[in-house]
């Protein structure tokens, strides 16, 4: 779980390199592959991150509970709404929006507001910490409840930190785009 905290710093560290200086866009030629090889950096390391956490619940010591079929269909309840948030924020934002595009120089046209960002402001989060919350459930795992509470710990943070960060980049662009006009 450190490498997964310290992955997510990491790979904020270079957006906020690659916002300032541009250096990344300029050794990869463009933007657009920088921002992509990111991503698959990321890609890489959520899927070791999932592996690892997903081996740990299966493999520690479980919980007994009578209520084992009712935790099952919780857990596939609850997988089911975080994979629904996952994939329509993706989907909302496509591939760019999700990866840092915007610290790369790739803005959205403009902010989005519908589902899933109506009902949670950070859907992918929220979705993500579900997903591990449905499977500790599942597995009746007392430690993958702990790993759960840690994800979603820091996935606050890095809200708290780079949320006004991006909020910035935007803020950025509208008031050059007011100067043009």
């Not at 857990?75 to 990866?99: D, K, P, Q």
């Not at 449905?134 to 994800?151: D, K, N, Q, Y």
Request: aromatic residues 14%; proline residues 3%.
């Amino acid at each position: 779980m450190i490498c997964f905290t310290v992955a997510l710093k990491v790979v904020a560290d270079i957006c906020k390199i690659e916002y300032h200086t541009q250096v990344f866009s300029k050794a990869f030629g463009s933007p657009k592959l920088a921002c992509f090889t990111l991503s698959l950096l990321q890609i890489l390391s959520s899927n070791c991150r999932n592996y690892y956490i997903k081996e740990t619940m299966v493999n520690q010591k479980h919980f007994e509970t009578p209520y084992n079929d009712l935790l099952v269909i919780v857990e596939y309840c609850i997988v089911a709404v975080g994979g629904l948030l996952v994939v329509t924020a993706f989907f909302r934002l496509g591939w760019f929006g999700t990866w840092h595009g915007d610290h790369f120089g790739l803005l959205l046209d403009e902010k989005v507001t519908a589902f899933p960002y109506n009902v949670v402001e950070h859907p992918m989060h929220v979705g993500g910490t579900l997903n591990f919350l449905g499977l500790a459930l599942g597995t009746r795992s007392l430690v993958g409840l702990l790993l759960t509470m840690w994800v979603k710990g820091v996935y606050y943070v890095t809200e708290l930190v780079e949320g006004p960060f991006t909020e910035m980049i935007y803020a950025k662009a509208a008031g050059s785009k007011k100067k043009k006009n």
